[in-house]
């Protein structure tokens, strides 16, 4: 059986793109609705191939790859979006992907992408194939970072929002994580912009519904 990963805040993606794959009686997929949850699923289960999509908030497919990669360096990414995806390109290649499928493939081409990934084949499409040739996508890659860096909470500011959600005053948390004041500062005012809040406490109650702290936490 070959086991899938899929990845998407959007239920009904999810939920459509397991119908169609599972038609192939060889595959099983399960459908993961945070990047946070995704990770902690794979402490506990192994999947041949994963498919993760590429705006999700928070914590987006580029930012999860990385963290993925980090742990199982083995594993089988695609991209699984509706977007363009050539702005990130490079970043994405670094990341580790093994390819890119559009949210609008036939379920033949979806399925065949995921076989050619098990092949170890790279996936990608051929506009994009052709836009390379001519160096068309060719960004600065620092941009691109901070493009990225605005949408994603990285994992010291997601530490410091535990942190918060724990009770924990700025100088408690400073102490704990070794850093000044300061920079606990700074970092809550970049994370209040990145959740759109205004407090501690509001900023507790969006991590919670976003899934970036544990549920316990609020216990």
């Known amino acids: 059986m070959i086991k899938i990963l899929l990845v998407d805040d959007h239920p009904s993606v999810g939920e459509g793109t397991k119908n ?14 945070s990047a946070m949850e995704a990770l ?12 993760f999509d ?3 908030p928070v914590i987006s497919g580029l930012e999860l790859t990385k963290r993925m990669m980090s742990v199982q360096p083995e594993s089988r990414v695609l991209i699984y979006t509706g977007y363009e995806i050539s702005p990130n390109f490079n970043l994405l290649i670094d990341s580790g992907v093994s390819g890119f499928v559009s949210k609008t493939v036939t379920r033949e081409q979806l399925l065949n992408a995921i ?5 170890d084949e790279a996936i990608i499409p051929v506009s994009l194939l052709r836009q390379l040739r001519r160096r068309d996508i060719r960004l600065n890659e620092s941009k691109e970072e901070k493009m990225l860096e605005e949408v994603s909470i990285n ?38 912009e ?7 406490a509001e900023a507790v109650v969006e991590a919670r519904r976003l899934k970036l702290i544990n549920f316990n936490d609020f216990m």
């Open 40 to 51: 902690e699923l794979v402490k506990s289960e192994s999947f041949d191939v994963m498919l």
């Open 115 to 119: 076989r050619c990934v098990l092949r």
């Open 194 to 200: 990145k959740l759109g809040v205004r407090s501690r």
């Open 54 to 56: 590429l705006n999700m």
């Open 20 to 33: 169609m794959i599972e038609q192939d009686p060889e595959m099983k997929v399960t459908v993961i609705l």
């Open 155 to 192: 994992e010291r500011e997601q530490e410091i929002l535990q942190e918060v959600s724990n009770g924990n005053s700025n100088k408690d948390i400073a102490s704990k994580m070794l850093m000044s004041q300061r920079t606990v500062e700074y970092n809550l005012t970049r994370i209040f």
